[in-house]
């Protein structure tokens, strides 16, 4: 089946449910970034110069099912008219008295953002009554939230039943980014996997070594690759309960012709505290006290050597403790070199998942990777090859 885009579809005087994800980050009470914010933008303006009536659906955090006054989508959906440029209405609940007025009132052409989905325990549960009344609200219902999609919530599963529905704009570019990276890439293709915890990526690491070509591993989990195999890596952070799938991965890669690429050389310190002195050591000579707390610089040239011979690269997790200096500098170098091959036409570049794109814009290369997904846990179960039911439902 082929995702259902807009294309050809008319919009005009009637009232479109747009699922948005305004899961914004926050802190002190501010919006931190507004990128899933500005994604949004073209589509509702799209939609709005096509003459729709656009009401806006979107979770906030997660207040499990009542009214959170902390999570309230109003400051984000006055965030979001500031950005549109343009007055954004405002309803206090989803579904009912408040969301029925704001819609009532909206001429062709008019945003209107609903609050929170979540305050509702018929939304995580995909409750189909819940589901109805949404739907009820609306002619066409669109889903631009890949980021959202793993989820089979009400609003981005059952309403999708019960409507015409199509994937939105910045939905479908998403995919087709992503298509470009493990359905029908160009080779080789490689995949820089990094993070703390091989646990969280196992599904995902099984999935990668049957597709790519070459599979870089950086990162804490990189320990627990490097412990598999019998090296001592001190006092870093590693899972010993994961030795035999990491085992398994390698054997299976070994199988599948993929190439594995594990760290040459660490930087260590005592603990990773920022501007601690710090010490590097070839991996076979990692001394019992030390704490392997970034890659090396023999690994960064290892890798950037491999990154100039690469047609294809999809990125998640960070390959040291970026947030602490001076353990950025092997995942910043690693950055620019995916940088500068995506910038000389060679490399089509997609990284996704939060530790990710803040270790991509603590490297200033944000702009220059291809493709820079906001989605968390959607792009690391698309990683994984499982079926999102949000996308699915859209016939994707
Ligand atoms: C995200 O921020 O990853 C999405 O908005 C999904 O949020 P959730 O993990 O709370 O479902
Ligand atoms: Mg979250």
Not at 1 to 29: E, Y
Not at 201 to 229: C, E, P, S, Y
Request: aromatic fraction near 4%; charge should be neutral.
């Amino acid at each position: 089946m082929a995702l259902r885009t807009l294309d050809g579809v008319a919009v005009a005087g009637r009232r479109v449910l747009l699922r948005a994800d305004l899961n914004v980050p926050v802190h002190d009470g501010r919006i931190a970034d507004l990128t899933r914010i500005e994604r949004l933008l073209p589509m509702i303006r799209e939609l709005s110069g096509k003459g729709a009536r656009v009401i806006v659906l979107s979770h906030f955090d997660r207040p499990k099912g009542k009214p959170v006054p902390s999570m309230s989508l109003a400051p984000v959906a006055a965030a979001l008219g500031v950005a549109l440029g343009r007055p954004v209405r405002f309803a206090a609940d989803c579904i009912g008295p408040p969301a029925q007025q704001a819609i009532a009132a909206l001429a062709d052409g008019d945003v209107a953002v609903l609050e929170n989905t979540r305050f509702h325990p018929g939304e995580e549960k995909n409750d189909p009554d819940f589901a109805r009344q949404l739907a009820g609200q609306g002619d066409i219902f669109v889903n631009d939230a890949f980021s959202v999609s793993h989820r089979a919530h009400a609003s981005t599963e059952g309403i999708a039943h019960l409507l015409p529905s199509y994937a939105g704009r910045a939905m479908q570019a998403e995919l087709e980014a992503l298509a470009a990276v493990l359905t029908a890439p160009q080779h080789p293709v490689a995949a820089i996997i990094g993070g703390a915890k091989v646990s969280t990526k196992l599904a995902l690491l099984g999935n990668l070594v049957g597709r790519v070509d070459m599979l870089m591993i950086g990162g804490a989990m990189a320990n627990t690759f490097l412990a598999a195999q019998g090296r001592n890596v001190g006092r870093s952070l590693q899972e010993p309960e994961c030795h035999p799938i990491a085992r398994e991965v390698l054997q299976r890669a070994a199988a599948a012709g993929c190439k594995v690429v594990l760290p040459s050389d660490a930087v260590t310190a005592p603990e990773p505290k920022a501007g601690i002195q710090t010490r590097i050591f070839p991996i076979e000579e990692i001394p019992p006290d030390a704490m392997i707390l970034d890659i090396g610089p023999r690994t960064v040239s290892a890798l950037a050597a491999e990154i100039t011979t690469l047609r294809t690269l999809v990125w998640n997790g960070p390959l040291g403790a970026f947030e602490t200096p001076p353990f950025d500098a092997g995942t910043t170098a690693v950055a620019h070199a995916v940088a500068a091959a995506t910038r000389a036409g060679q490399l089509h570049s997609v990284a996704g998942g939060g530790d990710t794109v803040s270790a991509l814009h603590h490297a200033a290369v944000l702009g220059q990777i291809s493709y820079v997904s906001t989605a968390g846990g959607a792009f690391l179960e698309w990683l994984e090859g499982r079926t999102l039911p949000g996308v699915a439902v859209l016939g994707g």
